[in-house]
């Protein structure tokens, strides 16, 4: 039988979130009973805004992403390639979901991007165009696009990431086949189809002074200066742990001072994994920086995460062995780095407390051609084992062959794991891991296990 133990202690909270593939027991739904972050964020005359799949705003997901923020900012569903994947074939259908959501929630939204490098039609990117034909395009597609969503959309990333790390432009579809002036033109014409909504230019590694923020600053200065749109700057803040630069604040600042305004759109701390509690409360420590330095800044109106939840963040997939980037694990409890950020929006500093948790964490420890060793390590925080099973479910096809410190049993793609007749306690703090051999082939996806 499994007994659990309860303990109140902030310590057990911060070792209690698991990294991969992990299922909490008496999970603490500590979001409930908080401040909203988006109410917090009004007290300060600020936005708080997170990027969303349009898919998955049901269930918790929704539910967070509807009473946690003031503003949303599809994370794909806007893209060319997204709203326009076969010329003159549109589908504005996950588009439309997350602004009608909004609407519903009382939320803004931020339109993303218009203008980029990435995520474009291949009928665009393969086609052969004369300067004259793509910039017709690009205006149509402005046009389009920012005159669908009309009074709909707070603040349009107009133009994504227009710069090399150095300052100079970066090459694209765009700025090779346009010139410079695409940037003026692009805001131009948004601000032709909706002359209300915010026109920003957006990019990364701009957070603190250096080359690249003082091209875009220069870039900004000019425009202001030839009178063309432009509204604010948007500082995507894609950071590594422990390195939240230096000169944030002071380059919000200068931006602040030129007469615009500036956002934090893109917000992710990532970190190596496993997470562990040092890294969380460095985690949190920096998402606190990080809000607080907007919130200095009478212009920086709006700091929205890239993903609220490490189970819908890019970092992962982009950046093997890094993750757990986001305020909210992947089981939707909050993290070190959610109170964090309600910190330096005047809210509270302390976690609520927990009932404790047993959790169980799923990972690959090598892999070769047909064959991988995983293991599976159950913790205990607050809570303690007196025998436990820890089940899941293979998406691809995987199948157990061999097994140690636990007896295993797959039918179908369903795979059960009982404890060993000498470790089915786990004691508050302590932990237990067992191993399997299996094979795989196409791929080897992790999944979602339950203890139970
Ligand atoms: O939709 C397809 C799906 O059908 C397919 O099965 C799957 C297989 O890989 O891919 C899916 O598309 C992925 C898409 O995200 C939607 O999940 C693409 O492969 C993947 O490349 C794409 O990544 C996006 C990335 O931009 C592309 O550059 C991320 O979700 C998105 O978060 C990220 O966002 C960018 C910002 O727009 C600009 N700043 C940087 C930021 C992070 O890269």
Redesign the pocket.
Known sequence: MRSLRKGLSLASLLTGVATLGAVLVAAPAAHAADTPLRDLAAAQGKVIGT?V?GSKLTGTYGDIAGSQFSSLTP??AM?WGSVEPTRGGFDWTEADQIVAFAQAHDQQVRG??LV?H??NPSWLTNGSWTSAQLGSLLQNHISTEVGRYKGKIAAWDVV??PFNEDGTYRSTLWYDGLGADYIADALTWAHAADPAAKLYIND?NVEGVNAKSTALYNLVKSLKQQGVPIDGVGL?A?LILGQVPSTLRENIQRFADLGVDVAIT?LDIRMALPADSTKLAQQAADFTSVVAACAAVTRCVNVTV??FTDSDS?VP??FPGYGAATPYDENYSPKPAYYGIAEALGGSTTPPPTNGACTAAYSVTSQWNTAFTGQVKITCSGASLSSWKVSWTYGAGQQITQAWNATCTQSGSAVSCANASYNGSVADGGSVTFGFNASWSGSNPVPTVTLS
């Open positions: 990027a799949t994370g794909n893209k993303h991007t980029w990435n995520q994504n990431e990364y995507q894609h893109e890239w993903g890019w997939g982009t």
